[in-house]
């Protein structure tokens, strides 16, 4: 499969635990985006990595989360403290340079208990 | 930021027949529009796209309409099938990052 893939794809953790989500994108696709979707809701947008450089972040990422891309290929998204509002279906994107359209991974299922 | 909302939140059609779902946006400067499909657990997958200087555009069954001077773009799926039953999200971004702001998502039924 050449298609973005996430590790792993479930992660049932007890609240107040640290979780670390990997990503690794469609081979030389320089951006990399994360996404939480929870239930009956569209993806909402959590940050942005152009090759390694983090570009942005949304005002959704609190300092309990954090997320790294060091050698412009995989990313991990760390969750610090974990709680139960944390629940939700993390997602991965990634596109090529010049092109716009985007493709996600399967997700990783959070469940905070 | 960038406000995305889809009608109606869910819809049955029956099998053959066509259905349209449109979603409107905020931000004028959005100028990529994306749709993607979701199925039960599986990730969403990029079925059509259309970009601002598009009216309309075609792929098979499935094509997309975009009123700029409105501020709406819509989904049309003709010849229904079940297989077209899933979650719809409309998506705008105003390109540089491609950052994309997803709609609530409509959920499709196709009645054999």
């Known amino acids: 499969d050449t298609g973005v893939s996430q590790d792993p794809r479930h992660k049932i953790t007890k609240r107040g635990q640290n979780v670390t989500f990997r990503c690794d994108p469609i081979?030389?696709?320089?951006?990399l985006y994360w996404y939480r979707q929870t239930l009956g809701q569209g993806p909402e947008f959590l940050t942005y990595f152009q090759n390694e450089a983090q570009l942005e972040k949304s005002r959704l990422l609190s300092d309990r989360f954090s997320a790294e891309r060091p050698k412009g290929s995989f990313s991990t998204l760390e969750i610090q403290r974990t709680e139960q509002g944390d629940s939700a279906m993390y997602l991965c994107?990634?596109?090529?340079?010049?092109?716009?359209?985007?493709?996600f991974g399967q997700g990783t299922r959070l469940t905070v208990v | 930021g960038e406000n995305v909302e889809q009608h109606p939140s869910t819809l049955s059609v029956q099998e053959g027949d066509s259905a349209v779902i449109k979603c409107t946006y905020s931000?004028?400067?959005?100028?990529?529009f994306p749709w993607y499909k979701q199925e039960l657990g599986k990730r969403p997958q990029l079925i059509i796209d259309?970009?601002?200087?598009?009216g309309e555009k075609k792929d098979q069954r499935i094509a997309v309409t975009l009123n700029k001077t409105a501020k709406h773009f819509s989904l049309h799926i003709t010849e229904t099938q079940p297989e077209d039953s899933a979650v719809y999200f409309c998506a705008a971004s105003t390109g540089g990052n491609n950052r994309l702001a997803f709609g609530k998502g409509n959920q499709v039924v196709v009645i054999p």
């Open positions: 259309i970009r601002s200087n598009v």
């Open positions: 931000d004028s400067a959005s100028n990529y």
């Open positions: 994107a990634s596109s090529s340079r010049g092109a716009t359209e985007a493709f």
């Open positions: 081979s030389e696709h320089n951006r």
